[in-house]
């Protein structure tokens, strides 16, 4: 357990997600709190890690960590033992501070006791995400003190400085990462742990109550706070001008992971110019940025998604009566979409300073290789559910979807997937569709969005008598983002017994008269629930219970059981083709002869293929695991 176990003063290499945890852990961090999500997850997930490695070892960790219900829970419980004095820490994604932002902006009024740092993991691009938002927006919304890392040294450095800043200014951090930064893997220089409190004490105080008269009284202590924020961004070591070796009159401003890019282009086009590094970008170093803006004639802004850097540098030129030219975004320079690439960096350089681009020439591939988009894992019972579904399902019907490794249901040949919005939507969706037309609804929800954010709208399913089937895909953990547990879960995130809460029965508290619970791996029964589901009036919710395969099977694995493989009886196969073009499990593939075959070392066993098959050509392959 290197990250925990090595000696003060050595370098290791990390993610700077796990540099994040450590530089939590050197602040002496006492409660740790998220809701999994990609790109943020191994932050949280290094805290899991140690908790479950010290106590096997036999020892208390120093600290208190949970995977909360979903990331508004996971602030208002990190808020709560801040305000008791603790030092806390809320990691999530992007979207997830959304959710969250209810607290967020009332928080930022009442302030803070001990230090709390918020990590929000922003995602451009959409690598694991339905939108490519800009949290940064959320710093300036909320007069939250924002800072932004730009590698895995960084990142653990500032997570430790921002507890002190925090606790200085009596508000939030907000510490702004992006996946690529979260992802990427670097050397860390470690520094002594500073010895958590491990308990607080709450004081009362009237303050911390914002009623209209309260914050109308907190709103000037902020803004005064955040005004002191911008001395501490002018004399903090992440903001520096980084001059070049001869006198120039061109600058460039980057933050986060586009200053690495910048280093790299600078390096490549061999060309002059000063950098002002920008780490703390809520508030702007203001006297940095006017010292840049007095001793240069054209200023290049490059920051990945929204011209937020872009936007303020033109108000504080207006301000100074500069006539410095700016490019960027609104000069057509860069773009707001996705994530930049050195590649990227470089070509706009080189056409802004007119050098010769020496990446320039594009090479294609004399092989063209072919598109391999994500799939349901083979064995996935989300794929017998949705199997199930579609075959129960007139003509017609809508499948409002969700969050999660089901989303992928939406790729043929399943196609159940027509709407998503965000985390429990899919419920909500179903009641509207339901008023707004004729046509049959179900919808899919997996077990931890359920506990996340779909049941008020299964609510106001039964409130209102809508006529809907929502589905609950419970395969007993929060799969896609790494099998982090849940309240459905017998486990919490620090490995001890936690009590589980069983869907079914947190439905039928809701209201809901008709339940029912199903086996997905028995095709035949569940198609026949489904069908009975769509023939209720009213809202009918179906429980689809099994584990995901890959705990199954590691579960098997553990116990010394076989899992079969399955094969295919060439001369009983009729290549009706529906293993592939019906079901669509990876495992199956054409041969060169057009024959159906399974991959034996993608089979995972479910034998689900074998209810399918009308000619009974599908078998477990004898003497074979």
């Keep these: 357990m290197e990250i925990i176990e090595s000696r003060p003063e050595k370098t290791i290499l990390l993610l700077g997600n796990e540099a994040i945890t450590r530089g939590a852990l050197e602040a002496g961090v006492d409660v740790a709190t998220t809701y999994p999500g990609t790109p943020s997850s191994e ?14 070892k036999g020892d208390k960790p120093s600290f208190y960590f949970e995977y909360s219900t979903n990331e508004k829970v996971a602030l208002e419980f990190a808020a709560a033992a801040s305000f008791a004095g603790l030092r806390s820490l809320t990691c999530m994604k992007h979207v997830g501070l959304n959710v969250a932002s209810d607290v967020f902006m009332t928080y930022l009024y009442v302030g803070c006791k001990g230090g709390h740092v918020i990590i929000s993991a922003d995602d451009p691009s959409c690598h694991s995400s339905q939108n490519e938002q800009d949290n940064r927006y959320f710093g300036l919304f909320g007069n939250a003190p924002t800072l932004e890392p730009t590698t895995p040294q960084e990142a653990k450095e500032m997570t430790r400085i921002s507890f002190e800043i925090s606790e200085e200014l009596k508000l939030p951090i907000l510490l702004r990462t992006t996946t690529r930064l979260n992802h990427a893997r670097g050397p860390v220089k470690l520094l002594n742990p500073r010895k958590p409190k491990g308990k607080g004490y709450f004081e009362k105080d009237p303050m911390l109550v914002p009623v209209p008269s309260v914050a109308r009284a907190k709103h000037p202590v902020l803004l005064k706070a955040i005004k002191q924020a911008e001395k501490i961004s002018d004399e903090s070591p992440f903001n520096e001008i980084i001059d070049s070796n001869k006198p ?39 006297k940095l940025c006017e010292k840049l803006i007095k001793s240069c004639k054209k200023i290049i802004i490059v920051e990945e998604l929204e011209p937020i850097l872009e936007n303020q540098f033109k108000a504080i030129a207006y301000d100074n009566r500069s006539d410095v ?57 989300h794929r017998a559910t949705y199997f199930a579904a579609k075959k129960a399902s007139p003509k017609g019907t809508v499948y409002p979807t969700d969050i999660g490794c089901y989303t992928l249901g939406k790729a043929p040949p399943l196609e159940m997937a027509d709407l998503l919005l965000c985390m429990g939507s899919n419920a909500g969706m179903a009641c509207g569709l339901a008023v707004a037309t004729d046509q049959k609804i179900i919808s899919f929800m997996g077990d931890s969005t359920f506990f996340h954010s779909g049941i008020p709208p299964i609510i106001d399913a ?70 009975q ?22 579960a098997k694995r553990k116990a010394g059981s076989t899992i079969p493989v399955y094969v295919i009886d060439q001369e009983k196969c009729k290549q009706c083709k529906l293993c592939i073009s019906g079901f669509g499990c990876p495992a199956f593939y054409f041969a060169d002869d057009d024959s159906i075959h399974i991959d034996e070392q993608q089979c995972n066993g479910c034998g689900n293929c074998v209810q399918i098959c009308a000619f009974e050509a599908i078998s477990v392959k004898k003497g074979g695991e």
């Design 462 to 531: 039964v409130h209102h008598n809508h006529d809907v089937v929502i589905t609950v895909l419970d395969n007993r953990t929060t799969a896609m983002t790494g099998h982090q547990p849940h309240p459905g879960t017998e486990y919490d995130g620090m490995g001890r017994p936690a009590k589980s809460i069983k869907v079914e029965d947190v439905v039928k508290g809701l209201g809901v008269e008709d339940v029912k619970v199903t086996d997905p791996n028995n095709i035949k029964k569940t198609t026949e629930i489904f069908k």
């Design 43 to 56: 932050i949280a997930d290094t805290f899991s890690i140690i908790a479950k490695y010290l106590k096997k």
């Design 248 to 286: 120039t009159t061109t600058g460039i401003v980057t933050s986060g992971v586009s200053f690495n890019y910048v280093r790299e282009a600078i390096d490549d086009l061999n060309i002059n110019v000063k950098i002002l590094k920008i780490g703390m970008t809520h508030p702007l170093p203001r």
């Design 325 to 381: 030219e700016i490019y960027g975004k609104s000069t057509g320079h860069f773009s707001r979409l996705y994530e930049y690439t050195p590649d990227i960096v470089t070509g706009v350089l080189s056409k802004i300073f007119d050098v010769k681009n020496p990446f320039s020439k594009h090479i294609e591939p004399k092989l063209k290789l072919p598109s391999r988009p994500p799939a349901l894992c083979p064995g996935c019972p």
């Design 533 to 554: 589901a769509l023939d209720f009036k009213g809202p009918s919710v179906v429980v689809s219970k099994s584990p995901c395969i890959l705990l199954e099977n590691r």
